[in-house]
């Protein structure tokens, strides 16, 4: 079975972020298991360089990088004799964007199957708060899409769509042995996200600005909004415990994840974050919020808390109550790797031999 996959598999300039991951991972698993009779085949999505702080923005860079993935999408699919395209999209105005190159595939291949993986958990922000990119959303995933891919059971249970509904949960590949005599004088706190405001690191260090228990703060990840950058350097001026790594990966993020204790993402918007379920895989008791699918994984157990989101007193709170007690971080790793990557593929497969 061929299969052309829409995704970022290369950002070309935007934040690296979760969706890349997942499609570069299905990508690289069927490039090297050729056994498995499925053959997955790139479209590549970010077609035109942009800037890293702006891609947010709907700017012409943005109207560039449509056109041509518009143009180039019917002679892909027929260049890689494809049975299926499998289209990783997000919310609002990208998803009308993308739902727009497939209105445009499939009016030329009628009989084509189309499976829309949406990467984001709040139904208001999928569907926007625009009436008309509200309306236009809902009519052509009637229309064009065959089977549409949740990561959450409470949007799934929203969408009332004449399509096939799937939910898949994210998954993380973290399978070493994780050291669980993790130093805890002083506890050391994580954060992994983009540095924007969305991903709450500035409420993160209001909140910390509070606490008077020994602590070291871990930062991972890129500025993407410079309001927030000029606000980040304010708050950790005089803050020799917030230690800043940017982008990590491999035996750097595998140490600074081994070494954390708590986990936190004070997020105002998410899908399931891969940060949490790696964090969870290492032991990391998770301090978050309710948004997305965050609560279908922490709802206020043994192995996190979530709050609201802007609730700048309520993580001080909680990130002070979870430095006290006790954290089982061998049940917590035990937890998180339940959510495996393999489990993934089989509920991938089951949706594409449909």
């Known amino acids: 079975m061929n299969i052309l996959m829409a995704a970022p598999f290369n950002p070309n300039g935007r934040y690296n972020g979760g969706i890349s991951s997942i499609a570069n991972d299905i990508y690289t698993f069927y490039s090297t298991n050729t056994n498995k009779n499925i053959s997955i085949y790139k479209f590549e ?32 699919y027929k260049k890689s004799n494809a049975e299926i395209i499998y289209f ?19 009016r030329k291949y009628k009989d084509a199957r189309v499976v829309l993986h949406i990467h984001f958990a709040d139904f208001d922000k999928i569907v926007s708060n625009n009436k008309f990119v509200r309306n236009k959303i809902l009519d052509y995933i009637n229309l064009y899409v065959d089977d549409i891919v949740f990561l959450s059971q409470k949007t799934l249970d929203e969408f009332n769509v004449k399509c096939r509904k799937h939910l898949v949960y994210n998954y993380t590949k973290q399978n070493k042995i ?51 950058e000029k606000e980040y350097k304010k708050y950790t001026n005089n803050m020799s415990n917030v230690l800043y790594h940017g982008f990590v990966n491999g035996e750097k993020k595998e140490q600074i994840f081994s070494n954390a204790s708590i986990f936190i993402l004070p997020s105002y918007g998410e899908g399931l974050p891969i940060v949490i379920l790696e964090a969870l895989s290492y032991g990391c008791y998770i301090i978050s919020t309710k948004v997305g699918a965050i609560p279908e994984i922490v ?13 700048v007193e309520s993580l001080r709170k909680n990130i002070e109550q979870a430095m006290c007690n006790n954290i089982d971080f061998e049940e ?18 089951h949706i594409i031999m449909k």
Request: aromatic letters at 12%.
């Open 45 to 76: 999505t970010c077609r035109v360089k942009r800037k890293q702080k702006e891609f947010t923005k709907f700017n012409f860079l943005n109207i560039l990088n449509f056109i041509k993935c518009y143009s180039a999408i019917r002679k892909e």
């Open 88 to 106: 990783h999209s997000s919310c609002g105005i990208a998803l009308l964007k993308d739902l727009l190159i497939i209105k445009h595939f499939k």
């Open 178 to 228: 994780v050291n669980f005599e993790k130093e805890n004088n002083p506890k050391h706190i994580l954060f992994v996200g983009s540095l924007d405001k969305r991903k709450g690191i500035v409420d993160l260090l209001i909140a910390l600005k509070g606490i008077k228990m020994p602590f070291v703060l871990d930062v991972c990840g890129n500025f993407i909004d410079s309001d927030v």
């Open 299 to 311: 709802n206020n157990n043994c192995f996190g808390k979530l709050i609201e989101p802007g609730d």
């Open 332 to 349: 917590i790793s035990k937890y998180g790797k339940s959510f495996s990557f393999m489990s993934f593929i089989e509920k991938f497969e």
